[in-house]
T-cell receptor, first 114, second 113 residues
């Protein structure tokens, strides 16, 4: 079945540091890939997405590139801010999966210190 | 104001009681989902529905039940058969079955006392 593996946190950074969160996946067919962000006590918000190989999703300074050859979708940001402190989830949706449901990674908590 | 409304935000239940969590949407999305999130963990799918009057079990459906009588509503009942119901519950919707993005509600935190 489909699965998503992302690096465990917490990841603690200083403001303006470079952030990378690794995400790899296993899926049949050609999945769409997503990064979601969750702020404390809230639901998830879509951060960015990519629907085919070599697509780059970007939003709010975050980027991720869909790498089919390495089955990866790593999230990066060049200069983080305190407001980026949150939990980040990598997810996939495969049109061949029964029921078309999202499969999530375990989440990575990021803490940015001033 | 468009979106997904989950209620209540906090819910306390005594052991042995059934409780129902509400999820309402005005996005006109066909698909709706219920996820469970435990502290420090990812999301696990409980039930999902692609159309009205139809729904499927997710990965952890035991002890839960749902209905989809209207497109706008997808209530989740946590029954007494659910042995460890304390968790954060998230409702989500999507158009055309998740090839595009999913939208999430603000969640309901259920605590068994």
């Amino acid at each position: 079945g489909n699965s998503v593996t992302q690096m465990e946190g917490p990841v603690t950074l200083s403001e303006e540091a470079f952030l990378t969160i690794n995400c790899t996946y296993t899926a049949t067919g050609y999945p769409s890939l997503f990064w979601y962000v969750q702020y404390p006590g809230e639901g998830l918000q879509l951060l960015l997405k990519a629907t085919k190989a070599d697509d780059k999703g970007s939003n709010k300074g975050f980027e991720a590139t869909y790498r089919k050859e390495t089955t990866s979708f790593h999230l990066e940001k060049g200069s983080v801010q305190v407001s980026d402190s949150a939990v980040y989830f990598c997810a996939l949706s495969s049109p061949n999966a029964a029921g078309n449901k999202l499969t999530f990674g375990g989440g990575t908590r990021v803490l940015v210190k001033p | 104001d468009g979106g997904i409304t989950q209620s209540p935000k906090y819910l306390f239940r005594k052991e042995g009681q059934n409780v129902t969590l509400s999820c309402e949407q005005n996005l006109n999305h066909d698909a709706m989902y219920w996820y469970r999130q435990d502290p420090g963990q990812g999301l696990r799918l409980i039930y999902y529905s692609q159309i009205v009057n139809d729904f499927q079990k997710g990965d952890i459906a035991e002890g839960y039940s749902v209905s989809r009588e209207k497109k706008e509503s997808f209530p989740l009942t946590v029954t007494s058969a659910q042995k460890n119901p304390t968790a954060f519950y998230l409702c989500a919707t999507s158009d055309r079955g998740l090839i595009t993005e999913a939208f999430f509600g603000q969640g309901t935190r259920l605590t068994v006392v």
